[in-house]
């Protein structure tokens, strides 16, 4: 009896909506929080670096993703161009960047709605959410990727919205108010996020097994997917610093802790808080959060599933459900470790350690890239990243920095990071490496 593999039922248009979703919610939270470390320029500056990181890297990603369609992802692609060593550590890496995540979203959700219903105590809301997308990701890919598309619309719609209210309030001045309150090296303590602006896109290789003719929808998925956020990072950005300085999207009035809302701090700025506007945006943000959250939990799936099913990890995590075909043991595996992770209460560190886990994913991958180029020139490659080597070597170096920076200025979680990789190698040395032998 075969195997039972993956369903096949996502379009371009699906991997558009998973690529702009997994990320939205960076859109929403998160970055503001980079404001405080490097003010305006300091944010900028990082946030200019990681769009050319973030481009270079998406195109470079985007080849391998196309001659290798496979849910692993990066992992994949490490493992048949370096080995299965350090394809194992690509693999973890990309596996803490999709478990740590989503309980910082999950965080930030039930603290929304924590709001509205204060009597529920967020943690409630939080492990709620957890539950139903799970369930959801378990009920089909189809009908995960409808919803992702639907809500991740929303949030665009919602951003647009935003900017077309703010910025014909916007001044330059503004942006010119206290820019560099650390000094330079404000830029590098903001690095990681600039990072949040673009966290998960690389996710859009991990459904690449479920795509419908995943040469042509992996690329137009990507393309559109990395153009898109782009513009809305830089006119979020822009819309909202330009409001009344960075000061304002950061601390609420009257108050010294740095906010999870900037967005609403700067519309009050505009209009008042009664305003339908103010409540849509309040609204629909939510929406942003719970795509991202459900975009990245679907993309995490796929990842830990290849992982266990190439005998990386305990081979149960590779298993399809029969009826649904979709990697259940891995979606409730990655659930668990996730809300005890939100337990923690350490949002701000776990956004880091997620993005510890994405730039050693980087760079493995680019290290991937050229290996494969040299061992394998002859594979059918359907896209090529343009202007080679120049797209993969940027992402490369600008990736290496960025891990180099944020160690120096997170060096206990680096060691959590590094901690964390290591004892999951010496489990696969172990356990693992002689039974796959």
């Not at 990181?53 to 692609?77: N, Q, R």
């Not at 077309?164 to 690095?191: C, D, H, K, R």
């Not at 680019?366 to 394998?376: P, T, V």
Request: with cysteine.
């Amino acid at each position: 009896m075969s195997e039972i593999g993956l369903k096949k039922a996502l379009s371009p248009l699906m991997l558009w909506g998973l690529g702009v979703g997994y990320v939205i919610s960076g859109m929403y939270f998160g970055w503001n929080l980079g404001l405080a470390e490097g003010g305006t320029y300091g944010l900028a500056i990082a946030t200019v670096f990681i769009i050319v990181m973030y481009v270079t890297f998406t195109f470079s990603y985007t080849e391998m993703a196309c001659a290798i369609p496979k849910a692993g992802g990066a992992f994949e692609y490490a493992n048949r161009g370096l080995g299965k060593h350090l394809g194992f550590v690509a693999g973890i890496a990309q596996n803490i960047e999709f478990i740590f995540a989503p309980p910082a979203i999950a965080a930030a959700i039930g603290a929304y709605l924590n709001l509205v219903y204060p009597a529920i105590d967020l943690m409630v809301f939080a492990i709620g959410a957890y539950l139903i997308f799970t369930v959801i990701n378990i009920l089909g890919v189809k009908l995960a990727a409808s919803f992702e598309l639907v809500v991740t619309v929303l949030a665009v719609i919602e951003l647009l919205i935003f900017a077309g209210v703010t910025l014909p309030e916007f001044e330059m001045s503004n942006l010119e108010m206290n820019p560099l309150p650390n000094g330079f090296q404000g830029v590098f303590a903001a690095i990681p996020f600039a990072i949040w602006f673009f966290l998960a896109i690389e996710g859009v290789a991990n459904v690449a097994e479920e795509a419908i003719d995943p040469q042509r929808s992996i690329l137009i998925g990507f393309g559109s997917a990395i153009v898109t956020l782009v513009i809305l990072c830089i006119l979020t950005f822009t819309a909202a610093v330009g409001v009344a300085g960075w000061e304002a999207v950061v601390y609420p009035e009257g108050s010294d802790v740095a906010s999870d809302s900037p967005l609403p701090l700067a519309l009050s700025q505009v209009v008042d808080s009664g305003h339908f506007l103010y409540k849509l945006l309040v609204g629909i943000g939510l929406l942003g959060l719970i795509a991202s959250f459900h975009g990245i939990i679907l993309a995490g799936g796929r990842a830990t599933f290849e992982f266990g099913r190439r005998g990386y990890a305990p081979n149960y995590l590779g298993k399809v459900q029969p009826k649904f075909r979709t990697p259940t043991n891995a979606l409730i595996f990655n659930t668990l470790i996730g809300i005890v992770a939100m337990f923690t209460g350490a949002t701000g560190e776990i956004i880091t350690i997620a993005c510890f886990g994405a730039l050693a994913l980087y760079i493995v991958s680019m290290f991937s890239f050229f290996a494969l180029r040299k061992k394998e020139p002859a594979m059918e490659r359907p896209f090529k990243v343009p202007m080679f080597p120049v797209f993969p070597m940027t992402a490369l170096i600008i990736a290496s920095i960025a891990l180099i920076a944020m160690a120096y200025y997170n060096p206990m979680l680096a060691a959590i990071f590094f901690g964390i990789v290591a004892l999951s190698y010496l489990y696969f040395l172990l356990f693992l490496n002689k039974k796959m032998q």
